[in-house]
């Protein structure tokens, strides 16, 4: 079965997350609300042989999407990277109990948080607290008595992105919830990566580990409670317990969708045309600037300030009336994000590009 | 926008879980996958006002249909109940670092290791292992120097289900994945009750959680990661973090249907008239036996065997013949259990009495 949507406005969703998904995937998920092999994907128990098979599908494609070396496996797990950010920790303390933190905006700060809440005595050996996290720490020294380090590589909040990741020797970890799957990456660099689903990956509910499985049961935490302990999902291949069915079969969906189209690599070249084409007006438009360091910005959140305040009621009327939804910066820092992942068309960033022009012309 | 299931074969969904929902939920969920005020309910924002109001209202109606007195929140996290046996744990724990549970099969044994594994003193004070679980103990003494007692109301694996609650002054906890919604209960003879949502509430990936407001950030625990504290979630109106939206969403469907068609009280007289039904073909029918004692039968879950385990074969070809799913009985106890939760329509246990009385004939 196949239907048509009836959306009569075409909407251009900028929106950080939950985000837009491409529209064939859309379709093809509501067909399974409605249709999976005679049921409803949501009624199917997730140990259904055709749940099963959705669930290696979709861990599969995660290792072909990013080229998953021999030796990691791939975990989806719930509670999003926030419940990540004690699993992490949990899983990654060793004798030392001490761990290296790149404190780069709010996400990262929550990471810090949690580890110190595990009982981790933490070392943020870098940041950008002191310019409001407007860009991306360098030249600092990585400590060396630690049991591992952890960086946020997009800073969903802030609009900045690692262009280089961390060299260390030391077990590296690494929150990628906003730009998984956007770019090229090798996984062998890390030792955990995860990511909550929403931006490249799926809907909102699941949350994607990476794990290098010699990690695995060797956390030096007295508290492990079986749900936070990342062996025991990999080794139940991630049906512990009742995974998060519909998110997982969507981004199962959504994989397949990425890999049809190029992959990452074919999706990292349209991402970097979508993010100079953005960029570039911000630069030459004098109406606005943007944000953060020009060798930080993210090529996922591209966030913007207009030069004359007094003129915000006037550019939201216009981006609203062209369809835009999503563009307002959080609510933390304000100005104007446009986050354009993976499943957004060159066509919307297009359309913003328009408005900002004659918006400068008025 | 409407549109119909192509399906050409009627199943009758007996899965335990993810199970089954009313179709009119599945109709209005498929739509939403397309068109939620103009765009894919997968890729809202959940600070969008539009989902607000979606988390809003699942909330108001989870109290409206439990009758959820003052002094009480509702929270929608993720994980399960298998994440929620640690969450409980530790946010009961008091100075004495020391629990009553009840054992009545696997859920409740997990809980019972999830709560040692915080560093609860766990006194099982009342098992059925003794008898594979196939009872609900009675005349149990609940002891009196714990900081709370836990208990399932429902064993879905093994289709007991406790018919009266344990009565304590002491801090209660339950566990209702399985029946919640299923019957009346008064919500203030306990202080946390918490559900995997995939059996009565909505698809899986959200997890309920109703607690006492005066039982909150109370715990003794040094141990305490953000996301397992129900005080934050409870503050942030279950927004502490990116919310498992579709979920939710369904869930919030799935309650306006229970409301619009007598709630609760309605929905207990159904699934009274559905395990009758049921139960009375296992007791009149020679080829047929219940699995356990007659006065703890699960009105959820309704286990059963064959008296002639040799005719295994040819009643399955029977059933599957019928258009049933999901009817063997959990891998770790064999047999048949018929999950015959809120969604399930009579019309389909008819079909399955139908099915007996044919096998009992040939």
Redesign the interface.
């Known amino acids: 079965?196949n239907?048509e949507?009836?959306?009569t406005?075409m909407?251009h969703?900028f929106?950080?997350?939950?985000?837009?998904?491409p529209q064939e995937v859309?379709?093809q998920?509501?067909?399974a609300?409605?249709?999976f092999n005679?049921?409803?994907i949501?009624?199917?128990?997730?140990?259904?042989k055709d749940f099963v098979a959705v669930m290696d599908e979709a861990i599969d494609l995660v290792k072909k999407a990013l080229n998953v070396p021999e030796g990691y496996s791939v975990a989806f797990l719930?509670?999003?990277?926030?419940?990540g950010?004690?699993i992490v920790a949990l899983n990654m303390m060793r004798d030392k109990k001490k761990a290296g933190y790149i404190n780069t905006g709010t996400w990262a700060s929550?990471a810090i948080?949690?580890a110190k809440?595990?009982?981790i005595d933490v070392d943020v050996f870098a940041s950008s607290e002191d310019k409001n996290f407007t860009y991306i720490p360098k030249g600092y020294t990585i400590p060396t008595d630690v049991d591992y380090i952890h960086f946020t590589s997009n800073n969903t909040i802030y609009g900045t992105q690692f262009k280089e990741f961390p060299k260390t020797d030391l077990p590296l970890v690494c929150d990628m919830s906003s730009d998984i799957f956007s770019k090229e990456i090798n996984v062998a660099d890390f030792d955990i990566i995860y990511a909550?689903a929403?931006k490249n990956l799926g809907?909102?509910?699941?949350t994607l580990y990476i794990v290098k499985d010699e990690i695995l049961g060797k956390s030096s935490s007295t508290?492990?409670?079986?749900?936070?302990d990342l062996k025991q999902h990999v080794e139940k291949e991630s049906m512990?317990?009742?995974?998060?069915?519909?998110?997982v079969y969507?981004a199962m969906l959504n994989l397949r969708n990425l890999l049809a189209n190029g992959g990452v690599k074919a999706m990292e070249q349209r991402n970097n045309e979508k993010a100079a084409l953005l960029y570039k007006e911000i630069d030459e438009n004098p109406a606005f600037k943007g944000a953060v360091e020009v060798e930080d910005r993210s090529n996922m959140n591209v966030t913007f300030l207009l030069t004359d305040e007094d003129r915000t009621a006037e550019f939201d009327a216009m981006w609203k009336e062209a369809g835009i939804?999503?563009l307002p910066g959080h609510?933390s820092v304000g100005g104007y994000r446009a986050s354009i992942y993976n499943a957004l068309p060159i066509e919307s960033v297009q359309v913003l590009v328009d408005v900002m022009r004659t918006f400068n012309q008025h």
């Open positions: 079965m239907f949507s009836n959306n406005t909407k969703n929106g950080a997350g939950p985000c837009i998904l859309f379709q998920a509501a067909n609300v409605l249709d005679g049921l409803s949501l009624e199917v128990s997730h140990r259904h719930q509670g999003g990277a926030s419940l950010f004690t929550g948080k949690e809440k595990v009982g909550g929403q809907p909102a509910g699941a508290f492990m409670p079986t749900y936070l512990l317990n009742t995974p998060p069915v519909f998110s969507v939804v999503g609510r």
